[in-house]
């Protein structure tokens, strides 16, 4: 594949978000700032008992006690509700990717081909050069992340809407029709079956169309899920090929930072995103987040925003580090009826990548890779949790990244400096535990 | 997108839409179509746009159907007289297998 031009388009779009974000709303208080002046309920969240929050729109201050006491019982069931929410999808993607990882060959064969992000290469003889490669590599790739992330903050503060839509438009293509065709071909030759052009023509635009009209228009919502697990773990798969070995888990490791970074510092780029979409009061870009619920806005949202709102994309989203966000829209049909509230959490798709970036890492290794993947498995899934009961505590956009990429990465390299050879031993002498 | 919130004006919109897509060479547009308007066409009480929408459905999984036996007939075609082709095959051949057959 040809890494310089085609990547490189890509990747910028990509690289571009990196995290994106999601609205923070704060999920069991009622937001003052999203209230609308006209005395619509849009944001009033309640953890589960909606009928509670039902009309509560306009007695915001009689509710809001109510509320706060049943708070704390609910907080609980709500974290746990959400991580069986994130659950399966999490787990698909990994499982896509693995899965894949183990069969196709081509996605563990190591190539000299690099992306242009990553240009220092690994195959040097000394330990120390090929270290300080994959440093200055995760450096440069870094910068880039932060640059695009920053120019997006900077066009979204600007309105550039239609330039941001263009921008995710593209880059979806590309990912919906490039990579899987070379996905799907890799899989044919995998399994040595002959395919002709016309049948793969025709499966590659019916993927390809009806992804796109998905994830950017209207589409059914589980098949927008899927596709945006596809997606995630076709971006996944490119990185663990693309990416060389020591620079992978360095740049595991440095975005996670960088994730902690920009979304709670307060000049972080990511904040700032959040905090500007707060005060116009729109969607943070449904784009590029996965969402586990829907997102449905009527009546006084424009038009625009109403659409922004069922949009959810993706690519970008690869570097989205996700927010895990309680997800907090009512929808309203008018102020009478009876108020719905569409409880979700959404997860920024550049998760879903690096979690299946470390689990493919971890099953690319060779030898007893079984092993690795219940770990890297498991251990994330402790991360996310963890992530999730912040969520509740703080309510706030956190990210979701650092807590399970760190235990990850701890327990990869321990488990291959240690618990491999202990196991190793053991079996050689016959001893089960 | 959740179906129950759309007014019915709108489903009937976006059930056409889809149904036109569909002609693009786009089968599984017509799939989705058919899957996920079944219910709103055929197991809800009716209302007036439903009728549309039956109509809609009903010809999107034909078109469907249409699809399904064209690429199958297509496909075994294919497979079977491959090797036969020659150079023909290996020029359609977007994979071809190694080994010998």
């Not at chain 1, 438009?169 to 899987?180: A, D, E, G, T």
């Not at chain 1, 102020?335 to 959404?346: A, F, I, S």
Request: proline content about 6%; charged content about 15%.
């Amino acid at each position: 594949m040809n890494t310089s031009d085609s990547d490189d388009d890509f990747y910028n779009e990509r690289t571009a978000l990196v995290p994106s974000e999601n609205p923070v709303v704060p999920s069991y208080k009622p937001d003052p700032d999203l209230t609308p002046t006209n005395s619509t309920p849009t944001t009033r969240v309640k953890p589960g008992a909606s009928r509670r929050s039902g009309p509560a729109c306009v007695d915001s201050g009689g509710s809001d006690q109510e509320v706060d006491a049943d708070d704390e019982e609910l907080t609980l069931k709500y974290g746990a509700k959400h991580v069986i929410m994130l659950f399966i999808p999490v787990t698909l993607c990994m499982v896509v990717v693995v899965a894949t990882i183990k069969s196709v060959s081509f996605y563990t064969e190591k190539t000299d081909q690099q992306l242009i992000y990553t240009p220092f290469t690994e195959n040097t003889p000394s330990v120390g050069l090929r270290l300080l490669n994959s440093v200055l590599n995760t450096i440069i790739m870094i910068s880039v992340i932060v640059v695009m992330t920053i120019f997006l903050v900077v066009l979204y503060k600007y309105r550039c809407y239609k330039f941001i839509h263009g921008w995710l438009i593209l880059s979806s293509l590309m990912l919906l029709f490039w990579f899987s065709f070379m996905y799907l071909g890799e899989v044919f030759k995998t399994y040595n079956l002959a395919v002709d052009y016309p049948t793969v023509g025709v499966i590659i635009w019916n993927f390809g169309a009806v992804g796109m009209i998905c994830i950017h228009w209207k589409g059914p919502l589980q098949l927008q899920q899927a596709y945006l697990i596809l997606i995630s773990a076709l971006m996944a798969l490119v990185f663990i090929k693309y990416l060389p070995e020591w620079s992978a888990w360095v740049i595991l490791g440095a975005i996670s930072v960088y994730d902690l970074v920009a979304v709670l510092s307060p000049k972080g780029p990511l904040r700032m995103l959040v905090e500007t979409a707060q005060e116009r009061n729109e969607p943070i870009f449904p784009a590029l987040i996965y969402s586990s619920a829907m997102v449905w806005t009527v009546g006084m949202a424009s038009p625009v925003d109403a659409q922004r709102s069922e949009y959810e994309t993706d690519e970008e989203a690869e570097q989205s580090a996700g927010r895990a966000e309680p997800e907090s829209r009512r929808p309203r049909s008018g102020p009478d009826e009876e108020l719905e509230e569409d409880r979700g959490v959404k997860l920024g798709l550049g998760d879903f990548i690096f979690y299946s970036v470390l689990v493919g890492k971890a099953a690319a290794t060779g030898g007893d890779w079984e092993t690795y993947i219940d770990s890297s498995f498991i251990i994330i899934w402790i991360g996310l949790c963890l992530t999730l009961l912040l969520l509740a505590i703080f309510k706030k956009a956190l990210p979701a990244l650092p807590i399970s990429i760190t235990f990850g990465l701890v327990f990869y390299f321990s488990t291959d400096f240690l618990v491999q050879p202990f196991m190793d031993n053991l079996a050689a002498h016959q001893f089960y535990i | 997108m959740n179906l129950e919130r759309l007014p019915n004006e709108e489903k009937l919109s976006l059930c056409r839409k889809y149904y036109l897509g569909g002609f693009a060479f786009l089968p599984f547009l017509w799939l989705v179509n058919v899957v996920w308007f079944f219910q709103e066409a055929f197991l809800k009480p009716t209302y007036t746009e439903q009728l549309q929408i039956k109509t809609y459905v009903k010809r999107s999984a034909l078109g469907l159907v249409l699809w399904v036996t064209v690429l199958t007939t297509w496909i075994t075609i294919f497979q079977h007289f491959r090797a036969q082709w020659g150079a023909v095959g290996d020029y359609l051949s977007f994979t071809i297998p190694l080994g010998i057959p």
